[in-house]
């Protein structure tokens, strides 16, 4: 199993530039979710998936939209691109059912930079 | 609102043991958990643990979770250079219908050879 993979790995964009980051998993996961990693603020969530066919916002949804392509793919996407969103993006997923951990399992991110 | 605090920083010499700690908010965490990041890499989860748990040992790893505290620690033991990683501590809670897991801002760890 290659767990949850993750493309492009780098991508650099210029203000206004649209693109949309993949996520896929092979863990056969109902929840899938994407994060951003900025120096001295841990990870936030930007949108979740709690089960195939829902999205829903997380804590810094603003400039981003999501679609759950799938149950194995989980798309992130940037219509017009700031300087703000430079950032590592990481996708996760996780099994959603009651009484089991929950553990997010996550890919090796996207290092994005928007001049 | 939930909030997981951490040091930023720990430097130990190879063979010692490391103590990572970190603090939470929210009483009503149902897992705490630690997870370590290589440089350029996603974040691998290394152990967590129920949160009616106070004790969990895997291998050099023994995670104590005082809950009165709020208060979750991290121990390596005969830490090695393979070691030096930051390590985020998470704590999750169920939220309407997903594990809403909120981190912390992860703890850099510098092992001196």
């Known amino acids: 199993n290659a767990g949850v993979t993750q493309t492009p790995k780098f991508q650099v964009l210029k203000t206004g530039q649209s693109m949309t980051l993949q996520c896929a998993q092979d863990?056969?996961?109902?929840?899938m979710y994407w994060y951003r990693q900025d120096p001295g603020m841990g990870l936030r969530l930007i949108y979740y998936?709690?089960?195939?066919?829902?999205?829903d916002k997380g804590e810094v949804p603003n400039g981003y939209n999501v679609s759950r392509l799938n149950k194995r793919e989980f798309s992130l996407r940037l219509e017009s691109a700031a300087p703000s969103q430079t950032s590592v993006y990481f996708c996760?997923?996780?099994?959603?059912?009651?009484?089991?951990?929950?553990?997010?399992?996550f890919g090796p991110g996207t290092r994005l930079t928007v001049l | 609102g939930e909030d997981v605090e951490q040091s930023l920083f720990l430097s130990v010499r190879e063979g010692d043991s490391s103590v990572i700690n970190c603090t939470y908010t929210?009483?009503?965490?149902?897992?705490l958990y630690w997870y370590k990041q290589e440089p350029g890499a996603g974040l691998q989860l290394l152990t967590y643990?129920?949160?009616?748990?106070d004790m969990k040992q895997d291998q050099r790893l023994t995670v104590l979770l005082n809950k009165k505290d709020k208060h979750l620690s991290l121990r390596i033991a005969d830490t090695q250079t393979g070691d030096s990683a930051i390590y985020f501590c998470?704590?999750?809670?169920?939220?309407?219908?997903?594990?809403?897991?909120?981190f912390g801002i992860g703890t850099k760890l510098q092992v001196i050879p």
């Open positions: 998936s709690a089960s195939e066919g829902t999205t």
């Open positions: 929210d009483s009503s965490s149902t897992y």
């Open positions: 643990i129920f949160s009616n748990m």
């Open positions: 998470a704590e999750s809670i169920r939220s309407g219908g997903y594990q809403k897991v909120t």
């Open positions: 996760a997923s996780s099994e959603t059912r009651g009484g089991r951990t929950d553990t997010q399992y």
């Open positions: 863990m056969n996961h109902n929840s």
